[in-house]
């Protein structure tokens, strides 16, 4: 009987440390889960009015093509198709904030380089619509900010003297081409750390062609924005 006690009291012991064991890799397994998912519930930050925010963009024309960007990746499958897509760096800028929509914000261009211009132009117009677009959107969220610009159309009707004097190619220029212009910065916004001595880049699209003249529009269809981060 007490040998038959002391094997049954092993086997209990046994039984035993064998749950516990499987308690200890249960409780284990569920630390590990939690760790994996814990960034999941983490709380976003939101861009508030008055917050400045670091921002990834991509600028579209009007028919969707991209203009300048920050994502090398889209530059390079760009570059693939044989499309001239300008690279910058992101951009630190208030969360909500106005400016005139006449002025000029001159951003740096890095990639390819390009001479007689101070950087790539912005207007007010813009970069109020991605300021204001910014808000309520969350840290690595994506979307896309449509541009307005009110009564301004943004059009130039150029004579071939005024094309060819500001460097335009009037006789081989056509409809749909886009072609660069020259816009002075002044007032301008500080952005880049540019000097605004050259005129800002601007691509501007030719939508009308006489013998005598061009038309040329300047506006942008909308920007597709990335809140990276939220600095103050």
């Keep these: 009987m007490k040998q038959t006690q002391q094997k049954s009291s092993k086997n209990d012991n046994k039984a035993w440390m064998k749950w516990a064991y499987v308690g200890i890799a249960l409780l284990f397994a ?45 530059l390079a499958s760009e570059y693939e198709k044989g499309n001239v897509v300008l690279l910058t760096h992101g951009l630190e800028m208030p969360v909500g904030g106005q400016v005139s929509g006449e002025n000029i914000a001159v951003i740096p261009v890095v990639y390819p380089e390009i001479t007689g211009f101070s950087g790539f132009g912005l207007l007010g117009f813009e970069t109020n619509a991605i300021s204001v677009g910014l808000v309520g959107m969350q ?5 896309t900010i449509s541009f307005s610009y009110g009564a301004n159309d943004l059009e130039m009707n150029l004579s071939e003297e005024d094309a060819n004097g500001i460097g335009l ?23 880049g750390n540019e000097t605004n001595e050259a005129p800002a880049l601007r691509f501007g699209e030719v939508v009308d062609k006489t013998d005598d003249s061009l038309v040329i529009m300047h506006r942008y269809g909308s920007a597709r924005v990335t809140l990276n981060g939220i600095t103050g």
């Design 169 to 191: 190619n009037f006789t081989g220029a056509a409809v749909g081409d886009l072609v660069p212009l020259g816009l002075t910065a002044s007032p301008d916004i500080p952005l």
């Design 30 to 74: 569920v630390a590990m889960v939690g760790t994996y998912l814990a960034p999941m519930f983490e709380k976003k930050q939101t861009a508030q009015i008055g917050n400045m925010a670091v921002i990834g963009y991509t600028i579209l024309g009007e028919d969707g093509r991209p203009l300048i960007t920050t994502d090398q990746n889209l």
């Design 139 to 143: 840290t690595g969220e994506t979307k």
